[in-house]
């Protein structure tokens, strides 16, 4: 059944909703971890791993508003409500609305390439990002990423940890060595032939001191 006008809003986060650092107790009405995806197009990973584990609580960033409410009204009807999505530019939400040690995960699968060489700048993973990423991710927290455009995954590789402070690390709920595509830009390139690079780095638990 379709959401009736207005109901599935209430996964959406609107943009004078927000004039500071999320809290998120009170954006899901409880403490547990949040896990953000960036990028989640219609939501194929986000609504699927928030079916899964209804024990984590999952942000969803996407630019594209038409996408936004494609997943948004598909996490209504399977009644997820350990969903919220809010339309925006990941950098700014990076930069000015996560507190510091606030998520568990992040998640950015198939990032916009930018293969030209004039539109470099546009790309995600860069060291203000980068830096952004290590900040807001608890101790023991994870970065899962992945790409099919092999230059950017190196690229990605050298900006991490040179900017970041997280380090490379096998993420257990993630393997890196799993062939399977999880989003739908993964399953596309997967059934085209072409391979799926991908890389986590976590946020070392430190020792007593
Ligand atoms: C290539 S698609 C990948 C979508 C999905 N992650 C997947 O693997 O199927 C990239 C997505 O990221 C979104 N996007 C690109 N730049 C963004 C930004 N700066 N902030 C938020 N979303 C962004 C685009 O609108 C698009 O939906």
Not at 26 to 39: D, K, S, T, Y
Not at 66 to 84: C, G, P, Q, T
Not at 109 to 116: I, M, R, S, T
Not at 141 to 152: I, K, M, V, W
Request: charged share 30%.
């Amino acid at each position: 059944m379709d959401p009736k006008p207005g109901e599935a809003a209430a996964l959406e986060i609107l943009p004078g909703q927000v004039d500071g650092p999320f809290d998120f107790t009170a954006l899901f009405g409880n403490r547990r971890p949040v896990e953000m995806e960036i990028g989640i197009g219609k939501g194929r990973f986000l609504l699927a791993q928030a079916e899964v584990r209804p024990e984590v609580n999952f942000l969803g960033i996407e630019w594209s508003l038409k996408y936004l409410r494609v997943a948004r009204d598909r996490a209504w009807r399977r009644a997820l409500m350990n969903i919220r999505l809010f339309r925006a530019d990941a950098r700014h939400v990076l930069a000015a609305l996560l507190p510091d040690r606030s998520l568990a995960r992040v998640h950015v699968y198939c990032p916009d390439p930018w293969p030209k060489k004039r539109h470099r700048k546009r790309r995600l993973f860069a060291p203000e990002t980068a830096a952004h990423l290590g900040r807001v991710l608890v101790d023991g927290g994870y970065l899962d990423l992945s790409t099919d455009a092999e230059e950017y995954f190196d690229e990605i590789r050298a900006v991490m940890p040179a900017h970041s402070g997280l380090l490379p690390a096998a993420d257990p709920l993630y393997p890196i060595d799993s062939p399977d595509g999880r989003t739908s830009y993964e399953v596309k390139y997967v059934q085209a032939g072409r391979t799926i690079h991908r890389a986590s780095f976590t946020r070392p638990i430190r020792g007593p001191r």
